[in-house]
């Protein structure tokens, strides 16, 4: 019996957080991002929701008085959802924080992460990444004490969605 006891040392970096929308485009997880940048990234959205009943945070002036919240933005795309923590005055207007990308299937957007699009095979995932366990898709990263989450989501062989989050 032989035994293999090389550890292939996990190397991650910054691109495990970032979607390629075109060569020179891209969004990332933990960037700052309005609505004229992210249209002009990624185009007009299919809709923005507001998660009215979570608030993140609150902005208070001075004298200790609320003046803006940090809520749930969902920015919905064909084949892609960004959720950002914002400030919302409305669809056009607000700015936040994007916490959070999914990619599921889509005939009209089919970005890659590291490389890799829904729809791949899942043994492309693990040529690319040959220190994930076969079957486990998700790892997480750290980068400038900030830990993000990537996970390929698998149905009959091959990737059928993407998810990254910052999770602090």
């Given amino acids: 019996m032989i035994t293999i006891s090389d550890v292939i040392p996990q190397e991650t970096n910054i691109d495990i957080a970032t979607v390629n929308i075109n060569q020179s485009l891209v969004v990332r997880c933990g960037l700052e991002y309005d609505y004229s940048a992210i249209t002009r990234i990624?185009?007009?959205p299919i809709s923005c929701y507001l998660n009215e009943d979570v608030v993140i945070d609150e902005i208070k002036d001075d004298e200790g008085n609320v003046t803006d919240l940090i809520q749930p933005l969902v920015v919905s795309y064909n084949g892609m959802n960004l959720v950002f923590n914002a400030k919302y005055k409305s669809d056009k207007e607000w700015i936040g924080e994007l916490v959070s990308i999914r990619m599921y299937s889509s005939s009209s957007s089919n970005y890659p992460v590291c490389g890799i699009k829904v729809g791949d095979s899942e043994l492309g995932i693990l040529e690319h990444f040959p220190?994930?366990?076969?079957?486990?898709?998700?790892f997480e990263f750290e980068r400038a004490r900030t830990t993000y989450s990537?996970?390929?989501g698998i149905s009959d062989k091959m990737v059928e969605s993407i998810v990254i989050t910052k999770v602090n």
Avoid at 131 to 138: D, F, L, S, T
């Fill in 42 to 44: 990624c185009g007009k």
């Fill in 131 to 138: 220190m994930i366990n076969y079957g486990e898709y998700h």
């Fill in 150 to 152: 990537l996970e390929y």
